[in-house]
């Protein structure tokens, strides 16, 4: 079921504004406020730029420096490449930029390993005469194996 400031409806936000026309309502964005029948576009600009993402880091670490013994790994990543809860609007507004500047997504090519043979699916059926050779090469390899 889809609630009101979802993740979808930040991603239409996002398809809408970059000129896609996708019916939709702003009833459904962050910020609405049913009472006034209007979108508070400063509390919707501030999800777009990551501020309810700074005052969870915020939280957290607060939780976590009440607790060092509990383990809490919830922002782990940001803190090890060193994003604070204060920088976050700036990182997503380099981001935004940076998406605007070439927004199509390129992936890294994989580099095959040396001497990797590709996967032969559609392998050549053997005759029966090659079928029958092979069952008693096989067996001939086995009884001499037995023997020994």
């Known amino acids: 079921r889809t609630t009101t400031g979802a993740r ?7 398809a809408v504004d ?3 026309a996708v019916p939709h309502k702003p009833n459904r964005f962050p910020g609405f406020d049913k009472d006034k029948g209007s979108l508070d576009a400063k ?3 501030s999800h777009i730029f990551g501020a309810h993402v700074a005052s969870w880091m915020k ?3 607060e939780a976590k420096a009440a607790s060092p013994d509990e383990k809490i790994v ?3 990543r940001f803190a090890k490449h060193g994003i604070k809860a204060e ?6 507004k380099k981001v ?3 998406i605007r500047k070439d927004p199509m997504r390129r992936l890294p090519r994989k580099a095959k390993p040396a001497g990797a043979k590709s996967k032969a699916f559609n392998i050549a059926k053997l005759t029966r ?7 008693k090469k096989k067996v001939a390899a086995l009884r001499k194996q037995i023997a020994k």
Request: no cysteine.
């Open 8 to 14: 979808v409806f930040g991603a239409m936000k996002g």
């Open 18 to 20: 970059g000129g896609i």
């Open 43 to 45: 509390e919707h600009r």
């Open 59 to 61: 939280k957290i670490a």
């Open 74 to 76: 919830q922002f782990d």
């Open 87 to 92: 920088g976050l609007e700036a990182l997503y």
């Open 96 to 98: 935004h930029a940076e």
């Open 129 to 135: 005469k090659e079928r029958r050779d092979a069952t």
